[in-house]
């Protein structure tokens, strides 16, 4: 099973906790255009020269692992409308992340709602 929030809740959650993790799961030119403030930025998709999607699961999962250490703590999964980012947040869960979160909607939504944005290469 699949948890998913919407960006009202992420927004809550970062308003609480400033360490609340969000992964950007985006290609690196679309996560510099705008992102979720502090978000990480760890592809789970490239783009073919023929401008079709596929994913890259497990070179996303080994920078996850690297990263992530704990499979416990909950991670906010991020893409742009929150379709992609489902495939990836299940990837997680079968990766043991029991706690990944698919943001539903995704940064399309978060900006919609007027929450801050940022943009630029990641931290």
């Known amino acids: 099973k699949m948890n998913t929030l919407n960006v009202d809740q992420l927004q809550a959650s970062k308003r609480d906790d400033p360490e609340t993790i969000v992964i950007d799961i ?40 690297k990263r992530f250490a704990d499979k416990n703590e909950r991670i906010y999964v991020c893409c742009s409308h929150g379709e992609l980012s489902m495939d990836a947040t299940r990837w997680m869960v079968g990766a043991g992340y029991r706690n990944a979160v698919n943001v539903q909607g995704g940064f399309t939504a978060w900006e919609a709602s007027g929450f801050p944005t940022e943009q630029g290469p990641p931290a």
């Open 26 to 65: 985006r290609i690196r030119s679309e996560f510099e255009t705008g992102h979720v403030p502090g978000a990480f930025n760890i592809p789970a998709f490239v783009r073919t020269e023929e401008g079709e999607v596929q994913p890259v699961r497990d070179p996303f999962l080994r920078q996850v692992t």
